[in-house]
């Protein structure tokens, strides 16, 4: 990738954040504006309520795009598992009946791993858009980290040019916001010596990854 690419991929995930950022943001605008003009206390009250939400919603949205797109420079090497866990389960939890199955076997994950899983998550979420369930592995065996992100519900709504910059195979002339961070992830699968796949019906969005571990990183 050159530096004009580059470029193009950072203002891309950049425009992806604000776009999942502004309906939350927007919300506390629009909540500290009613509450400055609203007197009735049973009013205000259902104001703070949809204040707290609107918050923790931007809260939860930016601690995941931290470690999905960005250094995350917080974190070492590796992470703990129940970090992304956390920030998926939050995810979800904004969601209309989705059903998070967890099934990961190692305490911890190389950070190329935990953004993977991440926006692995993300892309599944967003295919089930009448809910449905999201089961979710990951499993270092040997020296290979292998992630599998499944999304099975009535109807899955998936971009097929997400599939193809998850498989190297979208021009980059072709790629925008929506499929930025999948360009990303698969040039992160690239250049660890790795690969990324998916299959898809009208059910169910299957998303895996094989990624080598760090020597002296595994376990």
Not at 103 to 111: D, R
Not at 139 to 158: M, W, Y
């Amino acid at each position: 990738m050159n530096d004009s690419e580059s470029i193009d991929l950072a203002a891309m995930l950049c425009s992806r954040l604000c776009h999942d950022m502004l309906s939350p943001v927007g919300a506390l605008s629009n909540g500290l504006e009613l509450l400055a003009m609203e007197t009735d206390p049973e009013m205000r009250r259902s104001v703070i309520e949809l204040l707290e939400q609107s918050s923790k919603t931007s809260t939860n949205k930016l601690k995941f795009f931290r470690l999905a797109f960005g250094a995350a420079g917080g974190f070492g090497d590796r992470v703990d598992v129940e970090e992304p866990k956390a920030l998926i389960d939050a995810l979800v939890a904004d969601k209309d009946k989705i059903e998070v199955n967890w099934a990961i076997e190692t305490a911890n994950l190389a950070k190329p791993a935990v953004k993977v899983l991440l926006n692995f998550a993300q892309i599944a979420i967003d295919a089930l858009v009448r809910g449905g369930s999201l089961d979710i592995g990951a499993e270092v065996r040997g020296k290979n980290c292998e992630i599998v992100v499944r999304a099975t519900g009535s109807k899955i709504g998936f971009d097929e040019n997400i599939g193809k910059a998850l498989d190297g195979t979208l021009p980059h002339s072709e790629l925008s916001s929506r499929t930025a961070a999948a360009h990303m992830i698969a040039l992160l699968a690239e250049q660890a010596g790795g690969g990324l796949q998916y299959a898809r019906t009208d059910e169910t969005l299957v998303l895996g990854a094989v990624l080598p571990e760090a020597e002296g990183l595994i376990g």
